[in-house]
């Protein structure tokens, strides 16, 4: 799955769950911006990120 960013990682366990209906499995996620917490990320496949918020100037996080 490719996502432009992810705070609580819903949208990668909605897909995940959608594939998993059909027969597939989720094996990846890839992301612009990543912000999703460690609590978060144990439920999802592996996510990859080209950068995380906390990199983003101005961002609080």
Known sequence: MID???ETDR???ASAQLV???????CAVVVIV???N???RV????VQA?????E???QSN
Do not use: C, F, N
């Open 43 to 46: 439920q999802v496949p592996p």
């Open 20 to 26: 998993s209906a059909r027969g597939a499995e989720l």
């Open 11 to 13: 949208q990668s366990l």
């Open 38 to 40: 460690q609590d978060a």
């Open 34 to 36: 990543d912000e999703a």
């Open 56 to 58: 983003i100037p101005g």
């Open 50 to 54: 080209l950068m995380t918020a906390k």
């Open 4 to 6: 432009d960013w992810t």
